[in-house]
């Protein structure tokens, strides 16, 4: 079983950054999306960004292209998201995922392609 662990999230004012953090994805030597999902309250699950990692592939959200960038530090096998300019309408519970190559729809975020998942981290926009 995946044993993925979420980190970073907190309370920002609009216009500011928060760093997100997620290790742990049981696949290896790069086979798989590895992917960050949101979840307001009252609403659905939306995929914020991919990774293809063998071949650092990304595919972001309309809503956050410009301002959230994805990064992973092999050294260390940790997927960053980098928010900046966060808006009030940001404000979710933000999830980790793993996908493996195969599953389809997992480069465009489809929630269901997705079959490991961590606990959440809180993230807050508001003034």
């Known amino acids: 079983q995946a044993h993925l662990v979420e980190s970073g999230g907190g309370s920002v004012k609009p216009g500011g950054s928060l760093r997100l953090s997620c290790t742990g994805s049981r696949y290896t030597h790069g086979l798989y999306y590895m992917a960050w999902f949101r979840q307001a309250p009252g609403k659905e699950r939306e995929g914020v960004a991919t990774?293809?990692?063998?071949?650092?592939?990304?595919h972001y959200h309309d809503s956050v292209k410009g301002r959230f960038t994805l990064s992973y530090d092999n050294a260390n096998n940790i997927l960053n998201l980098h928010m900046n300019n966060l808006k009030p309408e940001d404000t979710a519970m933000y999830y980790c995922?793993?996908?493996?190559?195969?599953?389809?729809?997992?480069?465009?975020?489809?929630?269901?392609?997705?079959?490991?998942w961590g606990q959440g981290t809180q993230v807050t926009v508001s003034s």
């Open positions: 990774m293809y990692i063998a071949a650092n592939s990304i």
């Open positions: 995922a793993t996908a493996p190559l195969s599953a389809s729809g997992a480069r465009w975020l489809a929630p269901s392609a997705y079959d490991h």
